[in-house]
């Protein structure tokens, strides 16, 4: 019984802190210097791509329609994941009461129905986190096509920009999200794949997340 409470209250909380404290450590970089993480990259790039469309937006309108179509397929990917696999959750939860004396082993942490309650409930709200930002996300760039088209004179300064930008911003939280649930669910089997899905999911995540040194020469031209 000490190994159980021993594995829920050190590797739990380690996990979650290294989860929150990565995306911390990557919103406080992405603030102090954009260029060095991917996504203040692609969004400068996305930015910029915007004002060449706008600049030449008879031309390039057909562009602006394909392109903006690959990201709204990617983003209802991104939704319909986040809705399918909260709706399978919810369908299993029924069956985790009846099937908790299964796993009584040590490795898999305690199963007391309040903490069986906690996981689903903490995966659960994750998972539609990550289908509303997906979904506004959706709207943003459903409405971002119709702009792009438009002139630039039709609306304020600025603002077809901040309208593909809150898409996208919405549409990275959205699939962050997601990702997050990954290790949130395997804490259905306990808290040692828990944490070791929690370092293999930073792990990734930094490899993608911040700018390596050949991909900033790239940039730099």
Not at 50 to 73: F, P
Not at 74 to 90: E, K, P, R
């Amino acid at each position: 019984m000490g190994d159980i409470s021993y594995l829920d209250t050190i590797l739990v909380p380690t996990s979650l802190f290294l989860l929150m404290g990565y995306h911390a450590y990557l919103w406080h970089i992405f603030k102090k210097n954009p260029s060095s993480t991917s996504s203040g990259a692609d969004r400068r790039a996305s930015s910029m791509w915007v004002l060449s469309i706008q600049q030449d937006y008879e031309k390039k309108g057909i562009l602006a329609v394909q392109s903006l179509r690959n990201s709204q397929m990617s983003t209802i990917l991104s939704a319909t994941m986040g809705i399918s696999v909260y709706i399978a959750l919810a369908a299993l939860a029924n069956n985790t009461y009846n099937a908790a004396h299964i796993l009584k082993n040590p490795f898999f942490g305690t199963q007391s129905a309040l903490l069986i309650v906690l996981k689903f409930s903490l995966v659960s709200l994750i998972l539609l986190l990550s289908f509303l930002c997906s979904t506004m996300a959706l709207g943003f760039l459903i409405e971002a096509n119709f702009i792009l088209n438009l002139s630039t004179d039709d609306f304020l300064p600025g603002y077809p920009l901040a309208v593909f930008d809150r898409g996208f911003v919405l549409a990275f939280l959205g699939n962050r999200a997601l990702c997050v649930s990954f290790p949130l669910l395997l804490w259905m089997l306990g808290p040692v794949p828990l944490v070791l899905s929690s370092v293999a999911l930073v792990w990734v995540l930094y490899k993608f997340d911040f700018v390596g040194e050949g991909k900033k020469e790239l940039l730099l031209l």
